[in-house]
């Protein structure tokens, strides 16, 4: 019986995967556990809801491919992530919208449902209120004309930033920033760069005062490429010129 007892006692003790340490009378248990590792975000991949709000760029005008311009590019260049399951991207670009236009957009309902419901805001204003400037002062244009207008701009881009968080208080901001579209007009390019750089140095500044915001900054795209970025009406990008802006808003969304 002693001896029955005896092998039972062994073949326990090599069965167990704890290893045991005598320490002046006290037994400690040693058991092989490796540290917790953290999950990679693609672990359990996401699913992102987009809202795209604002003028022509957003609406695609432009792109010869008629593919929808840099929405379409930046949906698909989002699901080859491996951290995203699916995307819903909702467009509501409007030819021709000027921020006092995307005022009014964002009273419409199905906008402001879009925009709550949304985990990205992307957001693309601007350059007609800049146009509408150069209509109005065709031969009176100055850069007092700019700066003055530009106070103006920026107080309703503050509106329109403010009413997005009415609607959506956590979703992440995306402003993309103008570029200059006249840089076949030698004459008048290097002033309407720097009234540019101004409009979105005061864009960045009005967005920075929201949390959770990123800026694009796609002016430098189309000044320093030597590739036409434009499309037959010489303002609108053309399908290469989305596609350049579609990878650098995924470049900013990607960005901690």
């Not at 991207?89 to 009014?104: E, I, R, W």
């Not at 207008?149 to 979703?171: A, C, H, M, P, W």
Request: charged share 25%.
């Amino acid at each position: 019986m002693v001896l029955i007892i005896f092998i039972i006692l062994i073949l326990l003790g090599g069965c167990s995967s704890t290893v045991s340490t005598y320490t002046g009378g006290l037994t400690q248990n040693k058991i092989g556990l490796q540290p917790k590792q953290e999950v990679p975000d693609y672990f359990i991949p996401r699913e992102l809801n987009i809202a795209s709000i604002g003028d022509s760029l957003t609406q695609g005008v432009g792109d010869e491919t008629k593919q929808g311009g840099y929405t379409t590019i930046l949906k698909e260049n989002l699901m080859q992530q491996k951290e995203i399951k699916e995307v819903t991207l909702n467009n509501y670009g409007v030819k021709g919208h000027k921020t006092t236009d995307l005022l009014n957009r964002l009273d419409d309902e199905e906008v402001q449902k879009g925009i709550a419901e949304a985990d990205i805001i992307i957001i693309t204003i601007g350059g007609n209120d800049i146009m509408k400037i150069v209509r109005d002062n065709l031969f009176d244009l100055s850069f007092e004309v700019f700066q003055s207008e530009q106070t103006k701009y920026e107080k309703r881009l503050y509106k329109v930033l403010e009413k997005i968080r009415d609607y959506n208080s956590d979703g992440e901001i995306v402003l993309v920033g103008l570029y200059n579209p006249f840089g076949w007009l030698v004459d008048i390019s290097i002033e309407i760069n720097a009234i540019i750089d101004n409009w979105n140095e005061g864009s960045s500044n009005v967005l920075s005062e929201f949390t959770n915001t990123k800026y694009v900054t796609v002016a430098d795209i189309f000044s320093n490429s030597e590739e036409n970025l434009l499309a037959s009406d010489e303002f609108h990008p053309n399908a290469k010129g989305y596609e350049l802006i579609s990878e650098r808003i995924l470049k900013t969304i990607l960005t901690d």
